[in-house]
């Protein structure tokens, strides 16, 4: 009896552990085989230290600097509150010198950056150097581990690894954290393997906080009633945030949550309608949804179309997942199949995603060549060798999407090989539950592009070149705004449908106009930044310095010029008077948190101010300097612009994550809202006293705006 009582303990103790380690086989491989696998690692050996190494050891380029910069301002003890501002984070890049170039952190969340703060205290490029070493060694420990798990020798390991040309070549050259990110699922899966579910929870909810998809692997864990390793998930999602916000504060996590995620999870973010993005959104995006300048000849223009595609997927996608079987040995591929289902699900994936691939590939072919399906093995590395593979431009057009079709194809095969071969029967309450959440989905997609056209018929012309157009105010001689180039921020002229950029040094963030006055005032940032002056009727003038500060404004006279002093984080609002040799007035200190101005032809200021996540509209007055609440106008509200005649103020307020476009009158307190998609519309300016210019990311991504015009309704 108590030996049957031993057996029925380790039967059980069997089926409800995750995985097993694997023995290592007796039968060694053909010679002329090895032989083989050795010449082509050695030749993708060399090709990564030839290709990526080496040339993202000798350079700085993007992405690397953006995280660095975030990780620099913590150093420096600059509140990380406005990293998700373009302008703003471009201005701290330049003021510290991190690179010269375009730098950008959304849509990282914030506990991204406790990756880089241990090395913010080298120069830039040794931090880059320092990063890839350590990301070599996030890589060998990867293998070591997966060696410890798995059949395959080293040989094998390096080779599969290696196979990962493109994902491997974007990660190292531009510094990014996929090889981290799959270090940190690799020792989930050698925990898992040892019984240490728990911890292997704990390093999936480390990942998670980091770059959120890894979270996914929790409807794994709870579909097999792994609850050890879902309270793992959530102790080591809680423990890295919790961290973040000791270290960052709690301001840029709202952010994140309220502006940020809010947007990217709909794929509102870089190249939208770019199918080479790999995400089944992007591509509903580009067959179905049309952006005038960005993808302006959809293959058919319906939202609707858009949204049950979408939907669709989603739905097939997770139900697919879930319906799979779920014994214990199909557990190795079940854990495969996690990464390229997490990659469909991913509302865009760029081409370093696929370093998580490895694991799959590794884990996949070991658990295939262990039941003696050798060609599902074959056919899994085919596969996984197109996602991963770099294609030609001249290839790329013709067949942009190979690397998701791979992903797919993989996806499938790993579920097809997990049910062994057994029927899966849906039964009515699956069919029942896929219908109900694809019209969840539906209803959702719905939603989230309702209005999404409402800025596109008051668009202005703009340059093809550039991948923002923001700021832009009136002047006599026509409006000016700034573009970001692919190496700076230029002011630009627009007038009688013809383009003419302003030549001034350093990176121009922000401009300041008014619709009667020859001047045009603007902000130059490099190591510091100030308010200049220009004849905009005699453009190739050298700029007269004026003043340290950003932001600047102008009231409509021309009498009176607004802007912000930033210092070590800390802004203050001013007060100049343009026909006068006195130094400017501080209207509001630095305690008040200052962060956008406009100013009346009186002299009375105009400023948001107060936390990013929830600033408020205030009045100083000009001749009492008294501050005063606007507490009639709804919060949170920014980017105040008084209409020249001093009795409405257009501003945007913040509703469900988007800011919206409004207009008020100060004596009887009605409002126009202007704009309604999920999206922004900001930094309105008023070309005359009916008609408002402002900066618009409908359909475009978050915060990479273009320009529009609207006339208020009568």
Not at 389 to 401: C, D, K, R, T
Request: proline share 6%; aromatic share 10%; glycine share 6%.
């Amino acid at each position: 009896m108590d030996d049957l009582a031993v057996v029925k303990n380790s039967a059980q103790e069997l089926e409800t552990s995750e995985l097993s380690v694997v023995p290592k086989p007796d039968s060694p491989n053909p010679r002329w085989l090895r032989i083989l696998e050795w010449f082509l690692l050695a030749g993708l050996l060399a090709t990564f230290a030839g290709r990526s190494f080496l040339p993202a050891w000798r350079t700085l380029n993007s992405e690397f600097p953006n995280y660095y910069l975030a990780a620099a301002l913590y150093r420096e003890r600059i509140p990380l509150d406005r990293i998700y501002e373009w302008t703003w984070f471009q201005r701290q890049n330049d003021h510290l010198g991190v690179r010269d170039g375009l730098v950008s952190f959304a849509p990282n969340p914030p506990p991204l950056i406790l990756s880089l703060v241990p090395f913010a205290t080298h120069q830039p490029l040794a931090a880059k150097r320092v990063w890839l070493v350590l990301n070599l060694l996030c890589l060998g420990v990867c293998l070591w581990m997966l060696h410890g798990v798995t059949s395959l020798d080293w040989r094998r390991l390096g080779l599969i690894s290696m196979l990962c040309v493109a994902p491997l070549h974007v990660d190292f050259l531009f510094g990014r954290h996929y090889v981290l990110i799959l270090l940190f699922i690799c020792a989930a899966y050698y925990a898992s393997c040892f019984h240490r579910q728990r911890t292997s929870g704990v390093m999936l909810g480390a990942a998670a906080a980091m770059k959120l998809f890894p979270a996914l692997f929790v409807i794994l864990f709870i579909r097999k009633r792994n609850w050890r390793a879902v309270i793992g998930i959530v102790l080591g999602l809680t423990a890295i945030t919790t961290l973040s916000l000791l270290m960052f504060g709690v301001e840029v996590h709202r952010i994140f949550l309220n502006e940020v995620l809010s947007q990217a999870s709909r794929g509102d973010w870089l190249g939208p309608y770019v199918i080479s993005q790999n995400s089944f959104i992007t591509l509903w995006s580009h067959l179905f949804l049309i952006e005038p300048e960005l993808n302006p000849f959809p293959f058919i223009n319906s939202s609707t179309l858009y949204a049950v595609a979408q939907a669709t997927t989603v739905t097939v996608l997770v139900f697919s997942f879930l319906s799979g079987n779920g014994g214990r040995r199909s557990t190795s591929l079940q854990w495969a199949a996690m990464i390229p289902w997490s990659l469909l699900l991913s509302t865009t994936t760029g081409a370093d995603y696929g370093c998580l691939l490895i694991f799959t590939a590794v884990v996949a072919f070991d658990a295939l060549l262990a039941t003696g399906n050798k060609s599902r093995a074959l056919i899994l590395l085919l596969l996984y060798v197109a996602a991963c593979a770099p294609v030609p431009g001249s290839i790329a057009n013709w067949f942009p999407l190979t690397r998701l079709l791979a992903t797919t194809g993989l996806y499938a095969l790993l579920l097809y090989a997990a049910a062994a071969g057994r029927k899966v029967v849906l039964g009515r309450r699956w069919l029942v539950a896929g219908l109900l959440s694809g019209a969840f989905f539906t209803l959702y997609n719905l939603q989230t592009v309702r209005n999404r056209a409402e800025d596109f018929g008051r668009h202005l012309p703009s340059p093809s070149t550039a991948y923002r157009f923001a700021n832009p105010v009136s002047t006599s001689e026509g409006v000016v705004f700034t573009e970001m180039q692919p190496r700076k921020y230029q002011p630009v002229l627009f007038k009688d449908a013809t383009f003419r950029e302003i030549a001034m040094p350093g990176d121009v963030l922000s401009v300041a106009g008014a619709g009667t006055i020859p001047t045009l005032y603007s902000e130059l940032t490099g190591r510091h930044s100030f308010i200049a002056r220009l004849p905009i009727d005699r453009l190739g003038s050298a700029p007269e310095i004026l003043n340290e500060g950003q932001d600047p404004a102008l009231s409509h006279n021309g009498k009176w010029l607004a802007f912000i002093l930033e210092e070590h984080g800390e802004s203050s609002a001013w007060l100049l008077a343009t026909d006068s040799k006195n130094a400017p007035l501080m209207v509001l200190p630095s305690t008040s948190h200052a962060l956008d101005v406009s100013v009346t032809s009186e002299g009375d200021v105009i400023a948001a101010a107060g936390g990013v996540n929830d600033p408020h509209l205030f009045i100083v007055k000009h001749g009492t300097g008294q501050m005063l609440e606007l507490t009639e106008f709804p919060h949170p509200a920014r980017y105040p612009s008084v209409s020249p005649d001093g009795s409405r103020l257009a501003f945007s307020r913040r509703d469900h994550g988007s800011w919206h476009l409004v207009v008020r009158e100060f004596a009887t307190g009605s409002e126009q809202q202007l704009t309604h998609a999920s999206c922004n519309a900001i930094s309105p300016s008023w070309e005359n006293a009916e008609t408002l210019v402002y900066a618009t990311d409908c359909g475009r991504g978050v915060g990479l705006s273009a320009l529009a015009r609207v006339v208020l309704p009568r």
